[in-house]
Structure formats: structure tokens, C-alpha cells
């Protein structure tokens, strides 16, 4: 290990004491569903999964949450830990953990209100607006024998050989949930003043500490900022963390935000480490160590998080699913070929609300170890990659860290694709670093790059090539109505990527992420959220000082205004935006609530000329004018497939990946995913 680097990350990458383990750095991998829990063989995936990140040097990691009790799954059949047969299939787990020198603890959670199935429970009948199933308030029994619970999973835990659990206190789950006056309404000792409020929380902590003995972890996961109405004040988190010391917890984690929540914590547009500042007030505190986390995606994020004094120990948790091997890239100075997570939410939490696998959407391997291997090729080939995309930067570097002979062409001057007009979105900015990622990994691989050079088929032909991918992405769709060409008229690329002037008023026609973007990007003034924590805790209503109840109560959000006046528009009936990601899509519909943004759905297009866009409410059956400077063409697209056939008929190998496949439903999360696939089979 190059010594320089313990001078540039002397916080990172120094040891730190937790309970009866001496950690190797100061990293923390944060709690994650991926899904694999619950599927047949999962637990030799996790085992894999696992594994890598500790032999790429996380110092300590957490589990997804684990379930003590049926009453408290995520949903039905969801992953639970309550007996012997359960703990022992953990050792698959642990063992490979250890094997790599890493440390693993177990997270325990009840979900309690949300919990999406007919068996959740609660402090109090009140139903939580995430999920449809109210919860049946806890009887004193229930609340005695749920405790129980939760001590005999820490036991089985340590059975299953963990090097302890992190029991989660935060985001809205069940020990939050009696937590808040917002959830707990009781009168009995579990409920009323705060001390009866967080009495289950430190039954929990006082019990599980006897039970397990000291040479056990016991991380709690503690809500520093609840950021809904009805939450904790500073006063009392710094009350019970003191308490929560006294009764036996080794480290203290922070958690921010609810689920229900309407602030974004985590989302590209937050910028990186925005809530460090939150775990700082607790510093000194208490004399355990502490844990920040939320958006701090790369080793020098992380270190002046450490350096400043915000906290002993910084959790991420998407950023290894992006890269396994963070920590050892910055150990050995090697940071410029980190995969950076871009906080996209796509193929992680997306995937965990439509109960699919969690991957990665810059690193399709993530949760898919064991099915997605690249091996060295006994006999190289030639292979020409056309589109220098996410998807033909995907397949190139993938295809020639395998050993073949791999040209890659682009007619643009730089790579990057369409990526390169999504960074330029207000709030996207991180998505610079997958391009910066992937220029890396082309010249560590070995890849012959050729930018400037739009290749015809006979050029390609000319190549003599083994194989050849179009990964050509695609052509903006045209709408086909009067007046089209008209010079009020834009496409979307016209406007980000040749940066064309755009008039005061504006109409966006189309309404996917695309027609979302470009909206933000006409209304954006001032800073971007995504770059300036002040900027964002201003726009969302966040007190700075965290005085406010739940760090929000009484505190009046203030948004820069709008740059232009947008009327977004589709054909379809029903909301704007409703296809949007799960976990992204309210943000952005928020976002351009508060820039006035109006939208219109059942629309007709009817045509454009001087006086602007004409259209047809299709369900009022009126026509109007809008009297716009310019129309934006957002529809969609279509694939760029130009090449395809004179090669197809001319007899040469030729494959189609990304937007050239398929431009439905295209994403980069696809886009990359493919291209890599077809890499580790050619
Ligand atoms: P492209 O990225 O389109 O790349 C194709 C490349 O081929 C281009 O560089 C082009 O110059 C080159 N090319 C074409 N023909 C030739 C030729 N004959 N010779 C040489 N070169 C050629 N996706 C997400 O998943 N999440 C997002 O948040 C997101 N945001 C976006 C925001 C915006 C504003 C835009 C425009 C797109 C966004 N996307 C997002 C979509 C994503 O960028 C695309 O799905 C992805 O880039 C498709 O990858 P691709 O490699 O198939 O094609
Ligand atoms: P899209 O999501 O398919 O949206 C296309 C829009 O155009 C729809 O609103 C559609 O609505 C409209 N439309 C389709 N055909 C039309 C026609 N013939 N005339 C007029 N309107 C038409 O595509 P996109 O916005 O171009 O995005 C491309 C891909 O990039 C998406 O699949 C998305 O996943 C990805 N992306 C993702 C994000 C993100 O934040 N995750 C951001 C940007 C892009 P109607 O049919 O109702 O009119
Ligand atoms: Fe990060 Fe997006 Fe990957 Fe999730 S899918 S880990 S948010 S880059």
C-alpha cells in the first residue's frame, strides 16, 4: 500500500475502535435491500456480493434490514431472523466476509407502519401515506414481546457469525415510530412524554447489550433529523443518543429523513454530504463514535467530512454498489478510476419498490457477481464499436479488459453520448463522473479510440472486422404536424446540446425524462441545488440551525424564480410525470411545481406557425393558441439503426445495443447493462 495516500486520506484510511473490533479504515457500507434475500440461492449471491466489497476494503459493513418477527417483514415472506435454522444459513455470508478481512454487522428492522402487508403493527392506529395497510396498535404484550424479538434476532445474529447488528432506530421505521408525537399517540408508559417515547428504544439497546455480551457491535441507526411534521427536536436526539450510549450502543449511526418525507435526501439534485453538519452537532456529545452519511459518493467527499470533525466514521452505501473497490482505489491513488455513484436511484431503490433485484445502473454486476463474470479470451478479435454512449463505452471496455482488439469510434468530439447533455441539467451534474469513469477505463483497457470519425458501412466493411456493435444511441422522434419546420420550433438536442436560443415563453411537447429535464433546465436561475448545500436547504425548507421540530416545522421553503414561463404537454391523459422513477419522480414534478411550471395532459397538436402552438383540449374539445416564442420537441425517439442493414446484407457480424436496439423504454440503466452482457459472452 502506497503510504502517500494515508497522507491524503490520513482520516479515511486510519483504524478506528468500535466496541471490541479495531476496524481497518473509516468507511461504513450503509444498510441495503437488493432483493437477494428473499430468492432461492440468494444467499450464496449475498455471500459473493458481499465478499467483493470486502476484499475491496470497506471497513465495516451492514446488512439489508432483517426482519426479528413476521409482524415487522418490509412485505410479505420479506426476510426474517428469529431462529437457529434461519441463522445458520447466514454463515455462508459471514464466513466469506471474514475470509476477506472484513467485519459485518446484521441490520434488525421492524417496519411497523410500513410494512406492506395486513399483519403490520404500530404505537398507535394511524396509517402511513406510503403504504395501503393500516397497522393494529401494539398491546403492551405485543410491545413486551417484540422487544424479545429484537434481542433474540441480535442473538441469532451472533450466531450466525456477525460482528454485531445495527438496530434501526431511523427513517420512519418502528422504533421512530414511537418514537415521534406524529406516530405515537398512547397514554400508556410506552407514550406521552418523550421519556415514555423512546423507552422501547432503549429497552431494545438495554436488553440486547445483556443478552449478547460486550465482545458484540451494537450500532444504533439514530433519527438526527426527521424532516416530517411531528418529529423529534435537536434536544431530545441529543438526549436519547446520551441515553442510548448508557445503555450499551457501541456506535451511533446517523439517519435522515422518514421515508414519507417530501425532501429529497439522497437524489442527485441533493448535493454531496449535505447533512454531515447534523451529525457535527452531536459530536462531543456523547464519547461513542459517530457515523454520518447521504451523499457522500467519493474518498475526498469523505475525508474533509472526517477532517472537519463532522463525524468518526462515514457511511456509504450506493456508492459500493457502483464500485466495490472505492476504498482500495484510494488507498492506492487510483481515485480517477472510481465508478462513481450518481445518485440516480434507477437500478437500486427503484428496483427495491418494484420488488426486482437491486444492481447498479453505472455497474450492472451489482447483486449479479455470480452471473455477470468476465474471463479472459483464449482468442482475441477485432471488433469495431460504433457510438461512443453509455452503452458502446459499456461494451468496449468491458470487451477489451477481456483481451480482444477493440476500436471505438464516435462522430462527436468527446465521449459520453447522451450523457453529455444530462449533466448539463441543473442538478445532474454528477453524471459527469461516469463519463470521467469511462475515458479512465479506455485507456486503462487498452481501447483504440477514434472520436471525430462518423463511420459509413463501407468504412466499417473496409475494417475487415471480427464483430461489429452499432451502439449508434438514437434520433429525436418528429411529431409530424403543420408546421414542424417552423423556426419557433426546437428539438430537445437543439436546445442542450447545440445550445440554441430560447425564447421567454415556452411550450414542451412530450413529457418523459427527457420533456423533465429540459423544463428544469429552462426554469433554472441561481445556483444549482446539486452543487450548494444552502441552495438546497433553502428550496426544500430545511433549518439550517436544526432548531425547527424535525428540522422543517414552521419554516417556510424559498425558491429562486422561475428563468421563463414552460407549459409541459402530452397526449395522454392523467398525470405528467407519473412514469417517472419511483423514488426521483415527485421530486421533479415538486421542483417544477415551484417554478410555476403549468401542465397539460390530453392534449391534441394541432400545428405552429407565427402565432405560437396550436392545440386541443381533448377533453374539453377547445382549441386555443398558445402564444409561445418556442416549441420544444421532447416525444421520444426513434433508433439510430442506419447502418444495420447494408452491413447485415453485406454478411458481417453485426450487433445492436442500446438506443440502436430498442429506443422504448431506453435508459442508460439498459443501455450500459447490455452492453456489458454482450461483452462477457463475445
Ligand atoms: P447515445 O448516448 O445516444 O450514444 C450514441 C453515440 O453514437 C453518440 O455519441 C453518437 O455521436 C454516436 N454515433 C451515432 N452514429 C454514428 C456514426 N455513424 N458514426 C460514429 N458515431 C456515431 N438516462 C438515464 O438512465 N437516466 C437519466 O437520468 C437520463 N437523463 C437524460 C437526460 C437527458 C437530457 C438526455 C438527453 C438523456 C438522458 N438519459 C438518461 C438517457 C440516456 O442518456 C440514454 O438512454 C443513453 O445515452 C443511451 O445510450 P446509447 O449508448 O444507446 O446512445
Ligand atoms: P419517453 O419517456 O418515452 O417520453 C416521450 C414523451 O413524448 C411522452 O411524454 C409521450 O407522451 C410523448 N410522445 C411520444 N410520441 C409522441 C408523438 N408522436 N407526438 C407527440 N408526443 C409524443 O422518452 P424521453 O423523454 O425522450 O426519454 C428517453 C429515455 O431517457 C426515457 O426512457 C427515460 O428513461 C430516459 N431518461 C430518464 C431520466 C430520468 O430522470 N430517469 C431523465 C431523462 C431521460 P404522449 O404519448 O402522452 O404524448
Ligand atoms: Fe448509485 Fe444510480 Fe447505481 Fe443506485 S443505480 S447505486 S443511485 S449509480
Not at 472537519?308 to 481515485?335: C, I, N, T, Y
Not at 486503462?444 to 475494417?463: H, I, M, P, W, Y
Not at 433553502?538 to 424564480?561: C, F, K, L, Y
Request: net charge negative; proline share 4%.
Amino acid at each position: 500500500m502506497d503510504p502517500l495516500n494515508h497522507d491524503k486520506y490520513p482520516n479515511l484510511l486510519r483504524p478506528l475502535q468500535v466496541g471490541h473490533i479495531t476496524l481497518r479504515n473509516r468507511t461504513l457500507m450503509g444498510s441495503m435491500h437488493t432483493g437477494l434475500e428473499e430468492v432461492r440461492g440468494g444467499f450464496e449471491r449475498l455471500a459473493a456480493y458481499f465478499a467483493e466489497r470486502a476484499r475491496g476494503g470497506v471497513g465495516l459493513i451492514v446488512t439489508g434490514g432483517v426482519s426479528p418477527n413476521r409482524e415487522g417483514w418490509l412485505k410479505p415472506f420479506a426476510v426474517k431472523l428469529s431462529n437457529e435454522r434461519e441463522a445458520r444459513k447466514h454463515r455462508v455470508i459471514t464466513d466469506a466476509v471474514h475470509a476477506e478481512g472484513g467485519a459485518i454487522c446484521l441490520q434488525v428492522l421492524h417496519s411497523g407502519r410500513y410494512g406492506y402487508h395486513p399483519l403490520c403493527v404500530a404505537p398507535s392506529k394511524i396509517k402511513s401515506p406510503i403504504s395501503m395497510f393500516k397497522p393494529r396498535a401494539m398491546s403492551d404484550r405485543k410491545i413486551e414481546k417484540t422487544i424479545q424479538a429484537f434481542v433474540r434476532c441480535a442473538e441469532m445474529a451472533k450466531l450466525g457469525g456477525y460482528d454485531g447488528v445495527e438496530i434501526m432506530g431511523s427513517e420512519g421505521y418502528l422504533i421512530n415510530q414511537f418514537i415521534a408525537t406524529r406516530t405515537n399517540h398512547r397514554d400508556d408508559r410506552w407514550g406521552g412524554t418523550y421519556e415514555n417515547r423512546i423507552r422501547f428504544a432503549l429497552e431494545i439497546v438495554r436488553r440486547t447489550r445483556a443478552a449478547v455480551g460486550s465482545d458484540f457491535i451494537i450500532i444504533f441507526r439514530l433519527s438526527m433529523l426527521d424532516l416530517v411534521d411531528g418529529g423529534s427536536t435537536w434536544d431530545e436526539v441529543v438526549t436519547l443518543a446520551k441515553l442510548l450510549e448508557e445503555a450499551g450502543v457501541s456506535i451511533i449511526n446517523t439517519g435522515i429523513g422518514w421515508h414519507e418525507a417530501r425532501i429529497p435526501t439522497i437524489a442527485t439534485m441533493v448535493p454531496r454530504a449535505s447533512f454531515s453538519w447534523v451529525t457535527q452537532r452531536m459530536m462531543g456529545e456523547v464519547s461513542i463514535p459517530l457515523v454520518t452519511s447521504n451523499r457522500i459518493n467519493m474518498p475526498g467527499v469523505a475525508e474533509r467530512v472526517l477532517a472537519d470533525g463532522h463525524a468518526d466514521m462515514v457511511s456509504m452505501a450506493r456508492p459500493f454498489l457502483a464500485d466495490p473497490e472505492l476504498v482500495v482505489k484510494a488507498e492506492q491513488g487510483r481515485e480517477d478510476e472510481i465508478n462513481t455513484c450518481i445518485a440516480c436511484n434507477q437500478a437500486c431503490l427503484d428496483h427495491a419498490f418494484k420488488n426486482k433485484i437491486a444492481s447498479c445502473l453505472v455497474n450492472p454486476r451489482a447483486c449479479h457477481e455470480t452471473e455477470i463474470v468476465s474471463k479472459k479470451v483464449a482468442q482475441p478479435k477485432r471488433i469495431a464499436v460504433v457510438g461512443a454512449g453509455p452503452a458502446g463505452l459499456a461494451f468496449s471496455t468491458e470487451a477489451a479488459e477481456r483481451g480482444h482488439d477493440v476500436t471505438l469510434f464516435d462522430a462527436a468530439s468527446e465521449i459520453g453520448g447522451q450523457f453529455n447533455m444530462a449533466k448539463k441539467i441543473p442538478g445532474k451534474e454528477e453524471f459527469h463522473e461516469t463519463i470521467r469513469y469511462f475515458g479512465r477505463r479506455l485507456e486503462l483497457t487498452g481501447v483504440s479510440l477514434k472520436l471525430g470519425q462518423r463511420q459509413s458501412a463501407d468504412d466499417l466493411l473496409e475494417g475487415a472486422y471480427d464483430e461489429i456493435v452499432l451502439a449508434t444511441g438514437v434520433h429525436p422522434r418528429r411529431i409530424n404536424i403543420d408546421g414542424e419546420d417552423h423556426p419557433k420550433v426546437l428539438k430537445y438536442t437543439e436546445v442542450l446540446a447545440e445550445e440554441r436560443e430560447v425564447g421567454d415563453k415556452v411550450a414542451v411537447i412530450g413529457s418523459g425524462g427527457i420533456g423533465f429535464d429540459v423544463s428544469e433546465y429552462l426554469t433554472h436561475t441561481g445556483e444549482s441545488t446539486g452543487l450548494s448545500i444552502p441552495t438546497y436547504l433553502t428550496e426544500w425548507g430545511i433549518d439550517p440551525e436544526n432548531v425547527a421540530r424535525g428540522g422543517i416545522e414552521g419554516v417556510e421553503a424559498e425558491h429562486s424564480p422561475a428563468a421563463r414561463e414552460v407549459i409541459m404537454m402530452q397526449r395522454s391523459e392523467g398525470r405528467l410525470g407519473s412514469r417517472l422513477g419511483k423514488t426521483t419522480g415527485w421530486i421533479h414534478r415538486a421542483t417544477l411545481k415551484h417554478k410555476s411550471v403549468e401542465m397539460l395532459p390530453n392534449v391534441e397538436y394541432l400545428k405552429v406557425d407565427d402565432r405560437g402552438l396550436h392545440i386541443r383540449n381533448k377533453s374539453t374539445d377547445r382549441e386555443e393558441v398558445l402564444d409561445v416564442d418556442n416549441v420544444i420537441i421532447c416525444a421520444g425517439q426513434i433508433p439510430n439503426r442506419d447502418l444495420f442493414d447494408s452491413l447485415r446484407a453485406s454478411g458481417a457480424n453485426v450487433h445492436l445495443i442500446g438506443g440502436a436496439d430498442e429506443a422504448a423504454e431506453l435508459d442508460a440503466k439498459r443501455a450500459i447493462d447490455q452492453g456489458t452482457r454482450l461483452a462477457v459472452s463475445i
